[in-house]
């Protein structure tokens, strides 16, 4: 945290620095999407941003499709996938309760003409995740609580977004980039196992902060804006360019589609209401180093589909030194989710950000 402050107080210095323009065109509050779309604009020549996102989601409690499913119910019905392998019994005898993920994500959008805005992005993630382990090898007998942690420098993204059209009113781009495999996927933590041991091992898929393949993300976005009023969407869509990393899998094709609209109560102060959904497919392939009597260490445990609400609130400093920076903040929560096999259920995200260009 000392860091960001650090960078966020060096961002801050750099606009008082270039940001004193005063022929810069004044920044509207609604003039980007809300905080948690990403590439939703493109620069004029060139002009420089500066982004950093804070995002943290909540997983708790699991549904098998889209029902609960209690962990009790879990332990007791649901087989494990590796019975039949050494010290794996017939069940599943771990269970997540909940997880936080956190991520810090810093940008940087740079236009070296009015064609076309390069764009990229580096995360540092933070996942934590609680488990309740049942002892032994079968029965409901809780054996006691732990907790994962799965922390790093996740994937590099890098993209071009080009405009296919633009009026007055309305704009259309296209953003086209490659996700690069930068972040761990060999992250390991104690395990307390059903015989009450603990046990350092590689966690599980959702706990890795890198893919570990190179993947392509695609989107075309388009906004417009009327007078006070301002609409968009985006459509993306990222797929594994390999058909598995070095530990032996690849994650799913996902597709995401946001609609938005917002409204600017004054040049400086402007409000968002989002619509999300998202679908994703399950991983493909195994890595053959996890291996454990929990949901989580399955590949099919993963992917699926929600529908998500967000609502925005975003602000843009319009005199003095920070002229022109914007903090926004917006709030999601669930609508309804169907998940492959058994997993967590989502519950909220909050992502707060901060951009200033010049
Ligand atoms: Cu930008």
Known sequence: MKIIGQLIIMLLFTCKVNGGDQNHPTVHADSHAPIGVMGDHLHKKNEWMFSYRFMRMEMADNIQGSDNI?????????????????????????VPQSMTSEMHMFGIMFAPNDDIT??????????????????????????????????????????????????????????????????????????????????????????????????????????????????????????????????????????????????????????????????????????????APVATADPNNYGGNNMSLALGINYVLQTGMFKGQRVALEYQSVLRQKVNGIQLKMSDMLSIGYQVSF
């Open 70 to 94: 209690s962990s009790e119910d879990i332990v007791t019905t649901v087989p494990n996938r590796f019975f039949g392998q050494p010290m794996m019994p017939p069940t599943l005898r771990v």
């Open 118 to 291: 390069w764009m990229a992005m580096l995360n540092v993630i933070d996942k934590t995740m609680q488990h309740l382990t049942f002892a032994g090898g079968k029965g409901k007998t809780p054996l006691g609580q732990f907790t994962s942690n799965s922390s790093g420098v996740g994937d590099f993204k890098l993209s071009a977004l080009t405009s296919l059209y633009q009026d007055d009113l309305h704009k259309i781009h296209i953003n086209m980039g490659l996700s690069f495999p930068t972040g761990a996927t060999n992250n390991t933590d104690e395990v307390l196992t059903p015989m009450n041991m603990y046990v350092e091992q590689r966690l599980p898929y959702g706990m890795q902060v890198g893919t570990g393949t190179l993947d392509l993300m695609s989107a075309v976005t388009y906004s417009a804006h009327l007078d006070k009023l301002n609409l968009g969407g985006q459509i993306n869509y990222t797929m594994p360019l390999e058909s598995k990393n070095d530990q032996g899998y690849r994650m799913g094709d996902s597709f995401l589609a946001t609609f938005w609209g917002g409204y600017a109560m004054s040049p400086k102060l402007s409000t968002s209401l989002r619509l999300i959904y998202r679908n994703s497919d399950k991983i493909k392939g195994l890595d053959s180093h996890i291996i």
